[in-house]
């Protein structure tokens, strides 16, 4: 029998919205952070901080703070960005058609600000079936406390 894990607070906070101008994001995010959650970019495979990032935490939103994914959700999906089979609640992450390059894809954005975070398959592990493709500069993980 398996064991759901029980609802956080961070499942209950409701998402709201951030609108900034292209110029304020500008003024904190990076160039490579601009790049990918602004403008849609990707950065490539097994280059970024986090694709084999093994730490314990929360990942979050890089431009709104928003709580998007947990370590225990993070697996190696062999591609060479960080990978997740399940977002922290229904409502972080919203999808979108992406038919950029003559290709048709799912792009994975953020729920609070709008920002691209990467695309998402249906090609992952169980429970969910679903691949969470992110940039590494799209997210900022928080390192879950050590224990005693």
Not at 89 to 107: F, I, M, Q
Not at 112 to 123: E, I, T
Request: overall charge positive.
């Amino acid at each position: 029998m398996s064991q759901t894990k029980p609802a956080t607070n961070a499942d209950k906070i409701p998402v709201g919205k951030v609108v900034k101008t292209e110029a304020e994001w500008r003024k904190t995010l990076t160039s490579e952070q601009c790049h990918v959650l602004r403008e849609g970019g990707t950065e490539p495979a097994f280059t970024g901080k986090y694709w084999n990032t093994h730490t314990r935490g929360v990942y979050k939103c890089a431009a709104c703070g928003l709580e998007l994914f947990r370590s225990e959700t993070k697996y190696d999906s062999g591609t060479g960005w960080p990978s997740f089979w399940k977002a922290v609640a229904p409502d972080r992450v919203k999808t979108r058609a992406d038919k950029s390059y003559g290709l048709t894809r799912t792009e994975i954005i953020c729920a609070r600000c709008g920002s691209h975070l990467g695309h998402v398959f249906n090609d992952g592990p169980q429970p969910t079936g679903q691949r969470f493709c992110t940039n590494s500069a799209a997210l900022q993980l928080v390192e879950s406390p050590k224990s005693p």
